[in-house]
């Protein structure tokens, strides 16, 4: 019998003690039998470097802190593997989650996306996050994107280097992987979405936190669009929606702030605008939410995320701005 190619999977890791053992372990043990797994340990003060010792077979390299983008670039320059696939240090791939993607490569697809399932469906805000993107992707997404993210996919290697890898410019977890998949496009080559190619992934459980990442999305998506300008018109993963919610948020609190100097005019504007994206939420929350609570829930949730993209991405531009100034001195 024919030995499979060797097919490498790249890590990034920071500070993933809580889950970086179930990672790997869900990797080891992947039908597709010629595996190398490299994780980069990106500057991680926890235990995780300890945890990955144990994996005898992990191959294991450290920098310092430079970001997702820059770890994976590194892992993958240490590859062996003709297809290089990646996933995050917070997922737990299915078992077939490679074989099921490596069916789906041929001349023209030099990248196979594929899809999240949950691995903290306890929480009600993870499961509600969860469900959306559930939607989205069943929805949304057609066979052949304008986009992937990084917690999952497979590319050809040559492809790959021959687009110059991740931009390490992206220094969080952000905007990244959006950046390749539009290289890559533009290199003349197919993304392929395979929605059985499986990583369960611990949604963001608290909330705070994930307004933060919200946040962070908005900052970087200002780059991205400065990169690609092309695609601030949006990809096969959102929809209009998406593209209404930060200026209604803008202009609410412009409105807002301006009823304080010129009167309640300005505030009666402000709680209709408010209103109005509320209104916008829950009606898409109950599309994709089984019960109703659990729709409210996550209508507020997405209304305050909504905000929290918005100061990012105003955040982006006055940075982004005042950067690209400086550079023409």
């Known amino acids: 019998m024919k030995e499979k190619k060797i097919v490498s999977v790249v890590i ?3 500070n993933c003690e809580k889950t970086i053992s179930k990672t790997i372990q869900s990797v080891l043990v992947q039908s597709y039998g010629n595996l190398e797994i490299i994780i ?5 003060t926890d235990s995780t470097a300890k945890i990955i010792s144990g994996f005898k077979s ?7 802190n430079s970001g997702p983008a820059s770890a994976r670039n590194a892992g993958a320059m240490k590859s062996k593997g003709g297809i290089v696939f990646f996933t995050d240090s917070d997922c737990i791939a299915h078992a077939d989650w490679i074989e099921t993607a490596m069916k ?26 969860f469900e959306e993107i559930k939607f989205r ?36 977890a ?30 963001p459980d608290k909330f705070w936190k994930y307004m933060k990442e919200q946040f962070r999305h908005g900052y970087w998506r200002v780059k991205m669009y400065a990169d690609h300008p092309k695609m601030a018109k949006g990809d096969d993963y959102t929809f209009w929606k998406d593209i209404v919610e930060i200026p209604i948020a803008f202009v609410s609190v412009v409105a807002l702030i301006g009823s304080v100097l010129l009167g309640a005019s300005f505030l009666q504007g402000s ?31 997405m209304f305050f995320r909504s905000f929290s993209r918005m100061f990012g991405f105003m955040s982006g531009i006055f940075h982004f701005f005042l950067q690209n100034v400086h550079e023409k001195r």
């Open 12 to 14: 990034p890791a920071f």
């Open 40 to 44: 980069v340990d990106d500057g991680s």
């Open 58 to 64: 992990v191959r294991y390299f450290y920098q310092k």
């Open 104 to 129: 789906c490569f041929n001349d023209e697809v030099a990248v196979v996306a594929g899809s999240y399932g949950i691995a903290n469906q306890e929480s009600l805000l993870a499961d509600c996050i």
């Open 137 to 172: 992707h069943t929805k949304l997404m057609p066979r052949f994107p304008k986009a992937f993210g990084s917690y999952n996919f497979g590319v050809k290697k040559n492809v790959f280097d021959e687009v110059g890898g991740f931009n390490s410019g992206y220094s969080s």
């Open 174 to 203: 952000s905007g990244e992987d959006n950046d390749l998949s539009y290289k890559i496009l533009k290199a003349g080559y197919k993304i392929l979405f395979e929605k059985n190619a499986l990583v369960d992934h611990y949604h």
């Open 271 to 301: 709680l209709f605008l408010m209103i109005l994206l509320l209104a916008i939420e829950l009606v898409f929350a109950l599309l994709i939410i089984k019960n109703i609570f659990g729709a409210i829930f996550m209508s507020f949730v």
